[in-house]
């Protein structure tokens, strides 16, 4: 980019990103893109030659620019505000090299956008820091107390959150470890919020502290499905206390609780890393045993037996656990299982494939199912020509053309794939 141009170059790409709110929602949607990402390398540029003060205002009107037109044009996609995230951090290190005499409109810009603006762009205090400077981050703590104090008397959605969150940036940005513990505790509404006290703990070398708020906050929120990151910071303090099998046990208890692929592959990773393959052995027993003991509410657990199964890499008690409990699998769950089975075990996957077949027979309002089923015949056509038995696939073919001979699309898909 010439130096003498580029100001001018940057100032007319920012003045691209003005939306007239009349346009349709679509319209010019990946020029828009382009022009902002266009924004961003020019800036770029003027940042690298030493001129952060001529990139800085063209920012800030571009990241205000981008705001409004997010409220009209439709960015399904996400790629104008993925233009937005990478432009705001860039306006806050344009700051940082050319911070302002005046930090106080920077104070009053990032609390008027967060709490007035439409929910976006996502302003991290850490960009700006450097900018703002003790006066212009005193500046926002005030602000943030005077929103803080309407709480009570508006019904403005999401103001408490956002309260919060710039609470803990704030006190983040202090270095002061307990100040921040402070705030964050708060408000202990998620799992997430132990989260961050258990990280800054760890930061300040207090693995101590950071093991009791794990537990604190696992036990508050034993069953909130946002609970596994709290819990993987649990298990990885007691590794590197080296309590082995307390952390053995914490996976233990999460998967008697809630017995799914998900929390097995949790309990796997952390057996392997410990050498405790019966911990795996264990997991899979109790998924067995829950199975058994409750046989009427069976498919969501066959399912759940299947892939630990798979994931461990146990493809033949996988398979024996599909076909005893073939009823209870999905047509999309059945035909992985056969596509890997077929080849190595060709015999195996008939009766499935044949279960397979009638499921997309029986199947109402899929269009495609005379299509799916069509597909599938003639893959089983292929596993018994394989075996050398094509004269049983003619008599099974046969006897589904007779019992389904008043499906007539069907009877002519079959036609048409050579399935006479």
């Given amino acids: 980019m010439n130096e003498e141009s580029a100001p001018t170059g940057l100032a007319g790409l920012v003045d691209g990103l003005r939306r ?3 346009r349709g929602p679509y319209a010019g949607h990946g020029e828009y893109v382009h022009t902002a990402w266009a924004v961003h390398e020019a800036a770029g540029h003027l940042l690298e030659a ?11 009107k571009a990241v205000d ?12 996609s996400g790629m104008a ?6 432009l705001t951090p860039l306006y806050g290190k344009a700051l940082a090299a050319a911070p302002p005499k005046n930090p106080a409109p920077l104070a009053n810009w990032i609390a008027k956008t967060t709490f007035d603006g439409p929910g976006w762009p996502d302003i991290r205090l850490a960009d700006f820091h450097a900018a703002l400077g003790p006066a212009g981050t005193a500046r926002l703590a005030a602000l943030v107390e005077e929103r803080a104090a309407t709480l009570a008397a508006t019904e403005r959605f999401g103001l408490g959150f956002h309260v919060q969150d710039l609470r803990e940036q704030l006190a983040a940005l202090s ?14 509404t998620n799992p997430g919020q132990y989260g961050k006290i258990v990280q800054a703990l760890c930061e300040a070398a207090r693995s101590a502290e950071a093991l009791d708020w794990a537990r604190r906050g696992i036990e508050a929120h034993a069953t909130n499905p946002y609970l596994p990151p709290l819990r993987d910071q649990l298990v990885a303090l007691l ?21 799914v692929h998900k929390a097995f592959v949790s309990l796997a990773t952390t057996a392997a890393r410990l050498d405790s393959p019966e911990t795996v052995t264990w997991a ?6 829950r199975l058994a003991a409750d046989p009427a509410h069976s498919s969501p657990l066959v399912r759940e037996l299947i892939a630990c199964l798979r994931e461990v890499g146990d493809a033949d008690a996988a398979w024996q656990a599909a076909t005893t409990h073939l009823p209870d699998l999905s047509k999309y769950t059945l035909q992985e299982l056969i596509e890997e089975r077929r080849t190595t075990h060709p015999a195996d996957v008939i009766g499935p494939y044949r279960r397979l077949i009638d499921l997309y027979l029986a199947e109402g309002g899929n269009k495609y199912r005379y299509q799916y089923a069509a597909r599938h015949l003639k893959a089983l056509r292929t596993v018994h020509r394989e075996l050398g038995n094509e004269p049983e696939f003619t008599g099974y073919l046969d006897a589904l053309r007779a019992e389904h001979k008043r ?8 036609d048409q794939a050579g399935l006479g």
Avoid: N
């Fill in 20 to 22: 007239d709110r009349r």
């Fill in 407 to 414: 499906k007539t699309s069907f009877i002519a898909r079959l």
């Fill in 81 to 86: 505000g993925d233009a937005l995230r990478a």
């Fill in 239 to 259: 590794i590197a206390d080296g309590r082995r099998d307390e952390a053995l046990a914490v996976r233990q208890d999460a998967f008697t609780r809630t017995p």
């Fill in 175 to 188: 270095g002061d470890t307990d100040a921040y513990i402070a705030v964050v505790a708060r408000s202990l």
């Fill in 50 to 60: 030493g001129r952060a003060a001529e990139a800085a205002p063209q920012l800030r």
């Fill in 284 to 289: 899979l027993g109790h998924l067995r045993e």
């Fill in 65 to 76: 620019r981008i705001t409004a037109a997010l409220m009209y044009l439709d960015d399904s």
